[in-house]
């Protein structure tokens, strides 16, 4: 069975550039202890099935000022294996800059070269007047919003519980759309990174059409059952399998 490279696409920028970020409870953080910090590293392999076909990395790379305000620079870079290249090569490049004390999102970027396929995106989210502007044009957006990549580091500020459902608002593609999450349970799992506690994060994705329609509630993410609510495992059930990003390796300050 084949898979057609527009659904591909679209399962490797679900991956690779964290769309399967999961959504958290809306209203800016409260003040506590923050679960990631400058410094941190986390570098997961791509795979689809047993085949590796290309490493992430996710990165708090700064702290910055940005009009203004004092953000966070996060950034996550993909590649696909030497070996992987001539059938589909991959290099992204995605930034969201964090406001530090709402923790929503003050720009977001995107530089996609996917097989074929290449995309150069920029999101300013103006929070004063109600709008963001996407590549220059302007669409409303909701109190809080974030981003596909923001909304997973709000999320590890949440309290999560077994059972608990969440729902978020994300501005891209010139609207808004809300993303919604359940606890589903906890599992013990083992990864080349370690064994860790972790809670089964479980993010409805809207309909679309192709292969989405039929993942639809399929994906998953295993985070630390701790302060950090580390990703170590992300997966994607899909037709002919499933693709997965898994941690391989971590660096965090402090330990």
Not at 30 to 38: G, Q, S
Not at 80 to 99: G, H, M, T, W
């Amino acid at each position: 069975m084949s898979i057609s490279e527009k659904s591909y696409r679209k399962i490797l920028f679900l991956l690779l550039s964290l769309l399967l970020a999961a959504p958290a409870a809306g209203g800016p953080a409260r003040t506590r202890n923050m679960p990631w910090e400058v410094g941190e590293k986390l570098t997961f392999a791509v795979r689809w099935g047993f085949i590796t076909g290309g490493h992430a990395h996710m990165e708090v790379r700064e702290k910055i000022k940005l009009d203004g305000r004092d953000t966070y620079r996060i950034v996550t870079q993909a590649r696909s294996a030497p070996y992987f290249d001539p059938f589909y090569k991959v290099r992204d490049l995605v930034e969201s800059y964090i406001d530090a004390q709402h923790l929503h999102s003050v720009r977001y970027e995107q530089d996609l070269n996917e097989g074929n396929f290449s995309r150069q995106l920029a999101i300013i989210y103006d929070h004063e007047s109600g709008y963001a502007y996407e590549n220059g044009e302007r669409f409303e957006i909701t109190e809080n919003i974030q981003d596909v990549l923001s909304s997973f580091y709000f999320l590890r500020t949440k309290e999560l519980e077994v059972g608990g459902r969440y729902t978020f608002d994300v501005g891209t593609s010139r609207e808004v759309w809300p993303l919604e999450v359940t606890v589903e349970g906890r599992e013990r799992i083992r990864v080349p990174a370690g064994r860790f506690d972790t809670l089964i994060v479980v993010p409805e994705i809207r309909e679309e059409d192709g292969i989405f329609r039929k993942a639809r509630g399929s994906l998953k993410i295993w985070v630390t059952d701790d302060e950090r609510r580390i990703p170590v495992l992300m997966r994607c059930r899909i037709p002919i399998g499933s693709i997965s990003a898994v941690l391989i390796e971590k660096e965090l300050p402090g330990l």
